[in-house]
Structure formats: structure tokens, C-alpha cells
């Protein structure tokens, strides 16, 4: 069984830092491109990165370029997201998610989510 | 970059047939498939439909999936409608310009 669990989510003040991470399991994690979607509380779903099986490509949305950085360890069967000079508008849920072995940009699998909060 | 755009809200009574449709603004609805995400309240989002029309395993077949060029839009019908299908939809497709993934503005389903 496919399973994604995040975890690392908080309350930070904004300008501050949070690296969450996904441990993966019931699946040959490298094998996988992976990606971090957000959601806002009460508004929809937002894609924010993702990242190539080997780590050799990576992708951004404009909102998070410079700021956030996605890597994967797959010896640890783990993805991260290191999140910096956070902004209120940041806070969302955000979720783990594997993209499927097809290639058709898309995801298969979601994580539970996990919290981040950004306010003074 | 292109938007994809939903109603924000449908509804309709046990056991009809809704459409949720999804409008690509620039650019080909063709040219990258389009999939369909069902979230539930309170839950992280599933596929319902993948790759234009496909269902992955489990989801039942009241769920279909399709595009039309002339429209510049996907649609997902779920026919046979329980209660269980309030949710949330949301559509996905891929943006071949900027490498970024893109998402519908979401559908709230109700079932009177």
C-alpha cells in the first residue's frame, strides 16, 4: 500500500524558516518524480514543486522560486521541502505527492497533509 | 500560461447525472492530459480520473472523464449520484511552457 506521511508543519513567524519533510513507503521510491501541492484554508489546491527521480531536475511555481527548495533522499525513501523568508500568504496545508510512472504530469497519490502557519 | 476554469458549484438530487465542466483559456485542452481530483471535507484529495478519460481501480464507473476540442474543455460526469460524491473537483492539466502543473478553480458538488 501506497503511503505518504508529512510532517514538520508549525507556526512561524513570517521571514522565518520550516523544512518539512514525507516519508514514503509501499513503493520503489526513486523510481518516482514527486511534487509538494498547497492548499489555503478554504481555497483550492495549488501546485508548488516538484522533482525528478535522481534529483537532477526540479521545478518551482513563480510564487516560491528562490525561496523554497524541494530534495529528495532516496536512501531514506524521503522527500523535503525547504521553505525560507516565509510570507503569510504561504499558509496552506501542504501535501506529499507522488506523480505516477506514466508521465502524464499528473498524481497518483496524496499524502495526508501537514499545517504550516504563518502570522506575527 | 493558461487557467483552467470551473463553476464553483453544482447540484443536483440522488441517482441524476452531473456534468462539472473544465475551460482551458489559451492553448490546446489536447495538448496535455487532464485529470480529476474528488476531496472530500476534512480529506486530502483522490483521483478520480487520469489521462483524459481513464479510471484508476477502485473508482467506480458513474465516474467518466472527456474533452472537447471545440469547447477548449474537459468535462466529468458522474452519473447514478449518491451522497457520498460530495466534494470538491478539481481538474489538473500541464503547463508544456512553464514546466508547472496547474489546477482547475474547483467545483463544490452537492447532492440535494
Known amino acids: 500500500e501506497v503511503q505518504l506521511v508529512e510532517s514538520g508543519g508549525g507556526l512561524v513567524q513570517p521571514g522565518g524558516s520550516l523544512r518539512l519533510s514525507c516519508a514514503a513507503s509501499?513503493?520503489?521510491?526513486?523510481?518516482?518524480?514527486m511534487s509538494w501541492v498547497r492548499q489555503a484554508p478554504g481555497k483550492g489546491l495549488e501546485w508548488v514543486a516538484n522533482?525528478?527521480?535522481?534529483?537532477?531536475?526540479?521545478y518551482y511555481v513563480d510564487s516560491v522560486k528562490g525561496r523554497f527548495t524541494i530534495s529528495r533522499d532516496n536512501a531514506k525513501n524521503s522527500l523535503y521541502l525547504q521553505m525560507n523568508s516565509l510570507r503569510a500568504e504561504d499558509t496552506a496545508v501542504y501535501y506529499c505527492?507522488?506523480?505516477?510512472?506514466?508521465?502524464?504530469?499528473?498524481?497518483?497519490?496524496w499524502g495526508q497533509g501537514t499545517l504550516v502557519t504563518v502570522s506575527p | 500560461n493558461f487557467m483552467l476554469t470551473q463553476p464553483h458549484s453544482v447540484s443536483e438530487s440522488p441517482g441524476k447525472t452531473v456534468t462539472i465542466s473544465c475551460t482551458r483559456t489559451?492553448?490546446?485542452?489536447?495538448?496535455?492530459?487532464v485529470q480529476w481530483y474528488q476531496q472530500r471535507p476534512g480529506s486530502s484529495p483522490t483521483t478520480v480520473i487520469y489521462?483524459?478519460?481513464?479510471?484508476p481501480s477502485g473508482v467506480p464507473d458513474r465516474f467518466s472523464g472527456s474533452i472537447d476540442s471545440s469547447s477548449n474543455s474537459a468535462s466529468l460526469t458522474i452519473s447514478g449520484l449518491k451522497t457520498e460524491d460530495e466534494a470538491d473537483y478539481y481538474c489538473?492539466?500541464?503547463?508544456?511552457?512553464?514546466?508547472?502543473?496547474?489546477f482547475g478553480t474547483g467545483t463544490e458538488v452537492t447532492v440535494l
Open positions: 489521462e483524459h478519460n481513464q479510471r
Open positions: 489559451s492553448g490546446s485542452i489536447a495538448s496535455n492530459y
Open positions: 522533482i525528478k527521480q535522481d534529483g537532477s531536475e526540479k
Open positions: 509501499g513503493f520503489i521510491f526513486s523510481s518516482y518524480w
Open positions: 489538473q492539466s500541464y503547463d508544456s511552457n512553464n514546466l508547472n502543473y496547474v
Open positions: 505527492a507522488r506523480d505516477p510512472e506514466s508521465g502524464s504530469y499528473s498524481i497518483d497519490y
